[in-house]
C-alpha cells in the first residue's frame, strides 16, 4: 500500500471514530486528507501583508515567499489581512435524528468528525472559526474568532455533544443570518430531514446576507438503500412515532421519496448558490474536505 | 328455558385453554424488531400501517384467537337449540303413571301423582317432558312441552282406570314418543307382578333412560275372578291377595235383584269357591258382589250374560230366476255340517234384499253372500253397506250375474271390479296370504286348491287398503278382503256355480266356503263377553253391562281379574326384565343419544367457522408479522 493510499485509509470514519480526542480526530483526517492532495487547490486572495506562515501543502506555490526560504531554508507563505478576515461559522445539527447510525458511526459522530475536521482545516488557514450546535434551537454556540485557543474551544464544544430534541433547521439559521455583520462562510452540517421548504427559506436568508453557504447533507447508508429485510417496526426518534412495515413493500417509495429530497435540496440551493453535498455516513471524509475547499477557493 | 343447550358439556371446561392466547397477547412477544430510524416521515408516503394500527390488529388477532378456541371448545361441547329443536326434538323425559284399577286403593294414586310431579319438576332444563298414563293400553295426558307447569296441572286432572297393569304397553307408548329423540322414562307404579305378562314385550333404546318409582302396594285386596254356571249350581272364585285372613259375605244377583248370599272365610294368599245352590236361567244378566271395603273396590262385582244359542242366517243373494239352479253348489256345501255351523241358507232375489235385512234382526243375520247385482237398487247397496260397517261380513261372487259398477260403489274405493275375462288358457288358483284364517283349515292340502280350473274370471284392481287372499296363476288378484268400518268384504273373482270354473266339482270347494262363511261370521259370533281394554269403542271402560247403539246387542264388561293379585315386583326385577328387554334393541325405535342431535348439526357450522376465522387470523397474522 502506498503511502497515501495508507493516508487516506485513515480518513475512515469508522476508523476515525477510534481515536481518542475530538483535535487528535480533526488533525488525523486534515493532514491526511492534506497529505493525499498533489496540489493545494487554494489560491491568495487579499494584498495587505499580514504575516507569514509556514507552508502547508495545499498551499500555492506562488504565495511561498522565496526569499525567506533563502535564508532560512524553511517554506513560508505570506499571510494578507483579507485573509484572516473570513469568518467561517460551522452549524451542526444535534437533533434526534442525527443519533441514527448503522454501521457503528451515528450521523452526529460523522458530523462531529466534519465539523472538527473543518474547523481545524479553518484554523489552519487562520480563519475565524464559530460553531454553533442546534436542534429545534441552539444548543451551543461558540463565537467565530482567529484566536489562539478558538480551536480548542470549538473542538471542546464537539466533544460535549449531546442529541437534542426535534430539528428545526430553519430557526438557526435565520438566527444567525441576523447576527451575521459580515460577509462569512457558513458550513451547515445537518441530515436535513426536515421541511425543505422550511430549510431552503432558511438558507435563502443566509445567502440573501453574502454569506457562502456550504450545506452537508449527512445520511446514514440505510437511509439512503434502506437494505431492511424482515419486517420492522420503526420508530421515529424526533416525532416517537412507530410504523411497522413489511420493507419489502415500502423500499421502492421509500428510495423515491428519499432522492426527490435529495433532488429538491440540490436544485433549489443550486439555484440560490448554495453549495450542496450528499454525504454519506460510509464514505472517507476527506471527500466532504475537498467539496469544502473546492468551495472555498471557487469563492476566495 | 334455555334456548341452546349442550350435548356435552363437559367440554367447556376446554374454554380455559382461551387463557393461553391472552396470556401470549399480555406478554406481547414482539416478532417486529425496533429500529430507531430517521426518516420515518418518508415512509408515511406509502400506504402502511401504522403503529396504531398494528396494536388494533394485536386485539383483532387476540380476538380472532379467543373466538377460534371457543368455536372449537363450543363444537365439541355439540351445541343445539332447545328453542330450533322444540319439544318435538329436545330429550324428553316421559312420565308414565301407572292408572290400572290397582291405584284406586285410598292414598295409591295421591301419592302416584305427587311423586310423578317431583319427577316432572325435576326433569332437566333442557328435557321436554310428557305425561303419559297406562293401564291395559296407553295414553297421552301431556303433550311433550317445556311447560311443567302445564304438565303437572294435566296430571292432576288423572285419575285412576279399570284397567289391568301392562307395562309393555306404557313402555311402548313413551318410546314412541320419545321417538328418535335422547330422554328416559320415569314409571310411577305399584309395580304389579302381573304387570309383565308372558306374552308382553317391552323394546326400549338403549339410550333411553328408565327409572322406576315405587308407590307401594296396599296390603289388603279380596277380588271376584269368576262366575261359573253349573248345571245344578252357580261357582263364584274368590282371590285373597292381601296379607290378612279375611271373613266376608258374597251376594249373587240376577237381573238387579239378590238371589243368593254367602259368608266366607278366605286364607290370605287363597283362591277359594264360593257356591250358590241356584241355577241360572237361559237369560238373564247376573252379578255377583263381594263385600271388600279395605281393597281395590272395582273387582269387588264380577258380571255376567246369560244368553241362549240363536239361530244364525246366511242371505244367499240370487237373480231369482231360478232358485233351484241359482247358489246351488254353495246352498249344498253349506248344508254340509249344519248342526254344527247352525247356518240357516236363506236365497232370495236381489230385488227383495232390503225389505229382508230390514226384517231380520240385525244379530239374527250371519253373513251376506251375493251371487249376482240383479236387483239391487241404491237402498239395497246403502243397508249392505251399513251392515258391514257394523261388523257383517259380505261375500260378493263375481260371476256372470255380477255388474261391476255397483259393486265398486259399494266398495267404497278399496277396490275395482273390471268386466269379465274370457281367456283361452285356463287359470289356476293360489293362495298369496298362507297364514290367512280361511286357509288355516287346508293345512297341507293347501295345495289342492291350484287343480281348480277356471276359463273366465273377473279383473279385481286394487284401490285402496285390499288384501290379496288368492290370485290366478296369471297374477290377476283372485280372493280379495276389503275392509269396510268394522266389518270385511271378500270378493271372488269367479263364480261359485260351476259356469266359469270347475272349482264346485273339487273336494276343496266345500272347506272354502264353510272358512269363507265362518270367517265372515266371525265378528258377529264374537263374545258378548269384554275385559276392560278390550270393549267395543262406544262402550265406557268400565265393568258391567253395556249396549252397543249400532246393533242394540248386550254385552257384559269385567275387569281383568289378574290385576287384582297384589303379587309385587322389585325394582330390580322391574329393571332386569328391561334390560333384557334391551338385549333386544330394535333398530327402528329410537337412535342413539347422539344421533338424534346430529339431525342438527350445528357443530358442522361451528367449525366450518372456525376454519373460516383460522384463515382470517391467519392472513392477518401474516400482514402484521
Known amino acids: 500500500m502506498s503511502g497515501s493510499g495508507r493516508e487516506l485509509r485513515l480518513l475512515d470514519p469508522a476508523i476515525i471514530a477510534g481515536i481518542g480526542s475530538m483535535e487528535l480526530r480533526a488533525r488525523t483526517i486534515v493532514e491526511g486528507f492534506l497529505a493525499g492532495l498533489h496540489r493545494s487547490p487554494m489560491k491568495g486572495f487579499s494584498v495587505e501583508f499580514a504575516e507569514y506562515r509556514q507552508y502547508l501543502p495545499g498551499d500555492a506555490l506562488s504565495m511561498i515567499d522565496w526569499k525567506v526560504y533563502a535564508r532560512n531554508d524553511r517554506h513560508y507563505v505570506k499571510k494578507f489581512d483579507a485573509e484572516t478576515n473570513v469568518e467561517c461559522h460551522v452549524l451542526l445539527d444535534v437533533s434526534a435524528s442525527m443519533g441514527y447510525g448503522s454501521r457503528g458511526l451515528t450521523k452526529l459522530d460523522y458530523g462531529s468528525y466534519l465539523a472538527a475536521s473543518l474547523s481545524y482545516l479553518m484554523t489552519q488557514q487562520r480563519d475565524s472559526v464559530g460553531f454553533m450546535a442546534f436542534d429545534d434551537h441552539v444548543v451551543n454556540h461558540v463565537r467565530a474568532s482567529s484566536r489562539p485557543g478558538q480551536l480548542r474551544a470549538v473542538l471542546l464544544a464537539l466533544d460535549q455533544l449531546l442529541l437534542g430534541q426535534q430539528s428545526n433547521l430553519a430557526k438557526p439559521l435565520h438566527l444567525l443570518a441576523e447576527s451575521l455583520v459580515k460577509r462569512s462562510v457558513v458550513v451547515i452540517i445537518s441530515d436535513l430531514l426536515d421541511d425543505p421548504n422550511k430549510v431552503v427559506r432558511g438558507l435563502k436568508h443566509l445567502r440573501f446576507g453574502g454569506n457562502d453557504v456550504i450545506v452537508f447533507q449527512i445520511l446514514d447508508p440505510d437511509e439512503l438503500e434502506f437494505p431492511f429485510e424482515r419486517a420492522t417496526k420503526f420508530h421515529d426518534p424526533e416525532s416517537a412515532d412507530e410504523l411497522i412495515v413489511m420493507p419489502s413493500q415500502v423500499r421502492a417509495d421509500y428510495i423515491q421519496a428519499i432522492e426527490e429530497l435529495v433532488a429538491k435540496y440540490d436544485r433549489d440551493l443550486k439555484l440560490v448558490n448554495v453549495d450542496y453535498h450528499l454525504v454519506d455516513t460510509s464514505k472517507p471524509l476527506d471527500l466532504s474536505l475537498m467539496h469544502y475547499l473546492s468551495t472555498r477557493s471557487r469563492r476566495g | 328455558m334455555l334456548g341452546f343447550s349442550l350435548l356435552v358439556p363437559a367440554f367447556l371446561f376446554g374454554l380455559l385453554t382461551i387463557a393461553v392466547p391472552i396470556a401470549l397477547h399480555l406478554i406481547k412477544r414482539e416478532t417486529a424488531p425496533t429500529v430507531s430510524f430517521s426518516a420515518v416521515r418518508l415512509l408515511r408516503r406509502t400506504p402502511i400501517e401504522r403503529t396504531s394500527r398494528r396494536r388494533l390488529s394485536n386485539w383483532l388477532l387476540l380476538i380472532l384467537r379467543i373466538v377460534t378456541l371457543l368455536l372449537l371448545v363450543l363444537g365439541y361441547a355439540r351445541p343445539y337449540s332447545t328453542d330450533a329443536l322444540g319439544a318435538d326434538s329436545s330429550p324428553l323425559l316421559v312420565v308414565a303413571v301407572d292408572i290400572s284399577f290397582s291405584m284406586t286403593v285410598e292414598g295409591q294414586f295421591n301419592r302416584a301423582l305427587r311423586l310423578a310431579e317431583e319427577a316432572l319438576r325435576g326433569a332437566p332444563d333442557d328435557h321436554a317432558v310428557a305425561v303419559t298414563a297406562f293401564d291395559t293400553v296407553a295414553k297421552i295426558i301431556a303433550e311433550p312441552s317445556f311447560d311443567r307447569q302445564s304438565a303437572v296441572a294435566k296430571l292432576r286432572q288423572l285419575i285412576p282406570g279399570a284397567g289391568a297393569t301392562s307395562y309393555s304397553a306404557g313402555l311402548d307408548h313413551a318410546v314412541k314418543l320419545i321417538g328418535q329423540r335422547a330422554g328416559g322414562i320415569t314409571v310411577i307404579s305399584d309395580l304389579q307382578f302381573t304387570g309383565w305378562r308372558e306374552s308382553n314385550r317391552a323394546r326400549l333404546p338403549e339410550k333411553v333412560d328408565i327409572r322406576v318409582v315405587d308407590i307401594g302396594a296396599p296390603l289388603d285386596n279380596m277380588a271376584l275372578i269368576q262366575i261359573r254356571p253349573e248345571p245344578t249350581r252357580t261357582v263364584a272364585m274368590i282371590l285373597n291377595s292381601g296379607v290378612e285372613v279375611q271373613n266376608t259375605s258374597v251376594r249373587l244377583l240376577l237381573d238387579e235383584q239378590e238371589i243368593a248370599r254367602s259368608e266366607i272365610i278366605v286364607l290370605a294368599g287363597e283362591t277359594v269357591e264360593v257356591v250358590f245352590p241356584v241355577v241360572l236361567p237361559k237369560s238373564g244378566e247376573v252379578q255377583v258382589v263381594l263385600n271388600d271395603p279395605l281393597g281395590v273396590a272395582i273387582d269387588n262385582s264380577r258380571y255376567m250374560l246369560l244368553k241362549g244359542p240363536e239361530p244364525k242366517s246366511l242371505l244367499v243373494v240370487t237373480t231369482g230366476d231360478n232358485l233351484n239352479t241359482e247358489g246351488f253348489y254353495l246352498e249344498q256345501a253349506l248344508s254340509v255340517g249344519r248342526e254344527q255351523t247352525g247356518f240357516q241358507v236363506v236365497l232370495i232375489p236381489g230385488a227383495n234384499i232390503a225389505p229382508l235385512i230390514q226384517s231380520t234382526n240385525p244379530n239374527n243375520l250371519a253373513a251376506v253372500l251375493l251371487l249376482t247385482t240383479r236387483g239391487l237398487d241404491q237402498a239395497s247397496q246403502l243397508l249392505l253397506a251399513e251392515f258391514a260397517a257394523n261388523g257383517g261380513g259380505v261375500l260378493i261372487v263375481a260371476g256372470q250375474d255380477v255388474e261391476p259398477a255397483p259393486v265398486n260403489a259399494f266398495l267404497q274405493g278399496t277396490l275395482t271390479l273390471s268386466p269379465s275375462r274370457l281367456t283361452n288358457q285356463e287359470r289356476n288358483l293360489i293362495p298369496a296370504n298362507r297364514r290367512h284364517t280361511i286357509w288355516r283349515a287346508f293345512g297341507d292340502r293347501l295345495g289342492n286348491l291350484s287343480q281348480v280350473e277356471f276359463s273366465s274370471t273377473m279383473t279385481i284392481t286394487l284401490d285402496g287398503q285390499a288384501e290379496v287372499l288368492a290370485s290366478f296363476n296369471d297374477g290377476f288378484p283372485a280372493l280379495v278382503e276389503s275392509k269396510i268400518g268394522d266389518g270385511s268384504v271378500i270378493v271372488f273373482g269367479s263364480d261359485l256355480n260351476n259356469e266359469w270354473n270347475n272349482f264346485p266339482r273339487h273336494p276343496t270347494f266345500v272347506p272354502f266356503v264353510h272358512e269363507i262363511v265362518r270367517y265372515l261370521t266371525a265378528e258377529r259370533e264374537m263374545s258378548h263377553d269384554f275385559v276392560v281394554g278390550n270393549v267395543p269403542r262406544e262402550v265406557a ?48 325405535m329410537g337412535e342413539p343419544l347422539s344421533e338424534g342431535h346430529d339431525v342438527h348439526q350445528y357443530w358442522q357450522y361451528i367449525f366450518g367457522l372456525m376454519l373460516a376465522i383460522l384463515m382470517a387470523e391467519s392472513l392477518l397474522s401474516a400482514r402484521t408479522s
Open chain 2, 541 to 588: 271402560q268400565r265393568p258391567g253391562f253395556a249396549t252397543l247403539a249400532a246393533s242394540g246387542r248386550r254385552i257384559v264388561i269385567n275387569v281383568d281379574s289378574a290385576e287384582s293379585d297384589l303379587k309385587r315386583l322389585s325394582m330390580d326385577e322391574f329393571i332386569v326384565a328391561v334390560d333384557r328387554h334391551r338385549e333386544a334393541v330394535d333398530s327402528t
